[in-house]
Every structure is written in C-alpha cells, then in structure tokens.
C-alpha cells in the first residue's frame, strides 16, 4: 500500500486504495480521509476518528467560491458541531475583511491570510484556540492547500469534495487535476 497505515481510518473504509503504480507519492501529499461532503463527518463520526477539533477551509468547502454565505448544510454542520462540543476554527487565505464578516455571522473565530499550503495559518489556529494538534483534523477541498498546510503542521487531513469548483479562479483550477488523480487513485469514492 502507498499510504501510511491510517491510525486514522477513512470516512468511507477502505480509505485508500492499494494501487502500486502510485508508491512514490509520499503519505505525507496524500490525506488522511477523502469524503464527499462536510455532511458526512457529523460529530460523531469525527470522535470516531478521534478529532475532537477542526480547521475549517472556507471557500468551495463551506461555501461557494462567490457567494457571500455559506451553503445550509454548511452551517447545519458547524452548528452541530458546536453543540457536540467539537472546536472549530475557520482557517483560509481570503483576506481578513471578508472572512471575518463571514466568521462573525456564523459566530466562529478564524485566522484569515493563512498562506496554505504553509504550515502557520494552522499552527496559530491551534495555538490560538489552544487545541491539541494530535485531536485536530484540517478539513477542505484543496490537497495543495488544506492538505499539505495540515499535514505539515501536524494534523489530520480530511479531503472534501469542492463545492462548485467551476466557479473558481483559473490559478484553482490549475491544481485540479492533481488533486482529481490522488482522489481517484487512492481513495475510494463513497458509494452513493
Ligand atoms: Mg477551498
């Protein structure tokens, strides 16, 4: 297998799938779970894999690239969570005026200009919120930025599917396909 063994099981088991031609990209490009939606990592299920706090990406993970709120389920999952007791934290790379409008309606702290894929957007989130690095998963959409920043900071990584990714700008889209080719080699879609 490719991957690390995943201490942390994926969302939807198998997590990864065991292809061979694929043994030189690194675990530590990969993430650690890959599930469709936010919808599908209720609290439980995040206890489960024993995350009891999250970095939450903003932008085609919560909400559509353009839209100025998140999606309905988007804010029935940070609901929930916050009622489970779960930590959150927005953590993304738009500008602060325009995440932190979004982060006070939803009533959750955030550190904006977080330069994923680097480490220390994330690492001020923990540090900030006082989480444990070992019980926090980074969760978005984007391997070459909310992967790779959690993963270097230390954390778990959980890979959603984006939210519209059409609507994004073209130096998102670049990263696509790479992203497109680690999703479909080495993890499992969830059945629907
Ligand atoms: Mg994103």
Redesign the pocket.
């Known amino acids: 297998m490719a991957c690390e063994k995943p201490e942390f099981p994926a969302v939807d088991k198998p997590g990864y799938a065991a292809d061979n031609r694929f043994r030189w990209i690194p675990s530590m490009f990969l993430p650690h779970v890959y599930c469709r939606s936010i919808s599908d990592l209720p609290p439980e299920r995040l206890r489960e894999l024993g995350v009891d706090a999250v970095l939450v ?5 919560l909400k559509r690239y353009r839209a100025e709120q998140v999606t309905p389920e988007a804010a029935a999952w940070l609901a929930s969570l916050r009622t489970a007791g779960i930590g959150v934290c927005l953590v993304s790379n738009g500008v602060g005026g325009r995440i932190g409008r979004l982060a006070e309606r939803l009533g959750v702290p955030f550190v904006a200009g977080a330069l994923k894929p680097l480490p220390f957007g994330c690492r001020k989130a923990i540090r900030r919120m006082g989480f444990d690095r070992k019980r926090t998963a980074m969760v ?3 391997l070459a ?2 992967v790779w920043a959690g993963r270097l900071a230390g954390l778990k990584t959980i890979l959603v599917a ?1 939210i519209h990714p059409e609507e994004e700008p073209w130096f998102t889209r670049l990263k696509r396909p790479l992203e497109r080719c680690v999703v479909e080699r080495f993890v499992r879609r969830p059945r629907t």
């Open positions: 990406d903003v932008d085609c993970t978005g959409d984007q930025a909310d984006p």
